[in-house]
């Protein structure tokens, strides 16, 4: 070969022996073959096979079968973030004319997609209370195909009673699908409670060090999974190995990152609310919390995010305590090592009072419990004087 040919063909080294505990990174949009005919047969090889980097290269699928292992799924798909994988679904399975019934307190972006997006197109949304549990038959009609859940719900963490939602749902053939984020399979496992999709930001706790961005949808049918296949691929959408490969390394340590946080949050709660009075911090793991005794049956346990709630009268004292944190930062996005503040307003018809609190997300992350005690304990006092 001449030399402008090796510069771009290379000469072939020996991955022999190479054993590493890491996986690669694997970049790919042009996958070679080795034959015509193999080219020609390419689909052949389905969506588990390596076509086109579009479909994924080893690095994603090491992500995948590692999700799939922990969701006890048959098939995972990922997707750029927590809030595709929500998207996905609902556009895997809705069609004009159809109902999804949404729980009040999911990730509110879900909600600004069906308003926003959905229902222009003859999609129509039905919010229901998030404790509603078997009740959720009443809502049910010939157009409804997806109860959409999240538990705990984004900020206001009440628990959902999903093994009675999934059960009414599944009598009328309706789909059903959970935001697992908060959990993560190490405390919740849907799919294992009959819930078809299992959705999560890995933004959150698998990332684990908020610089990254993806999401993943797990499912325990295989048919469901190559029906979010085909749409990825219809849409183009997939995922990069570098950020893959950042998600792999995240979950390694995910296990020690939330018992950690899952505990040094329990406490902080805990002596909060002794503070502060009851009702003052949402945490599923405290008797008062909305759905405490479904979170104690179903969930291994509790993760480092809990709310305070802060009486409108005191909002502005508490806007000073957040800006003069030491350690806590104030952003959106949890489950990193930093310990986060975001201080949240709720838009539900429910909570339009004059006096609507602030919710404050306060996100765990791996510093000395002694310096967030100190940036916690003047808000507790705040709240109670
Ligand atoms: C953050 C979050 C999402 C969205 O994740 P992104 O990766 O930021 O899009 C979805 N659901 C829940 C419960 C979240 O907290």
Known sequence: MRDKTICVKRPKV?????????????????IVFDSAEDYANRAARGPDGYT????????TRALEAAITELEKASRTVLVPSGQAAVSLVFLSVLKPGDTVLVSESAYPPVIDFCEEYLKPRGIVHRLYDPTIGAGITDLFDDTVKLVWMESPGSTTMEVQDIPAIVSAAKSRGIYTGCDNTWATPLLFKPLQHGVDFSAMALTKYVGGHSDLLLGSVAVADYELFKHLKRILSLFGVTVSPDECSLALR?????????????????????????????????????????GHDIWARDFKGASGVFTIVVPAAKKSRIDQLLTAAETFSIGASWGGTHSLFAPMTIKRAALQNTDQPIYLRVSIGLEDEADLWDDLVPIANAIAS
């Open 250 to 290: 995240g979950l390694e340590t995910m296990g020690v990152r939330m018992a950690h946080s899952g505990r040094a949050a329990l406490e902080f709660a805990r002596n909060i609310r002794d503070i502060a009075g009851p009702g003052s911090v949402l945490h599923p793991a405290l008797p008062e919390c909305m």
């Open 52 to 59: 086109y980097g579009l479909m994924g290269t080893p690095t």
């Open 14 to 30: 020996s991955a022999d022996g190479f054993a590493s505990l890491s996986t690669g990174v694997h970049r790919a949009s042009t």
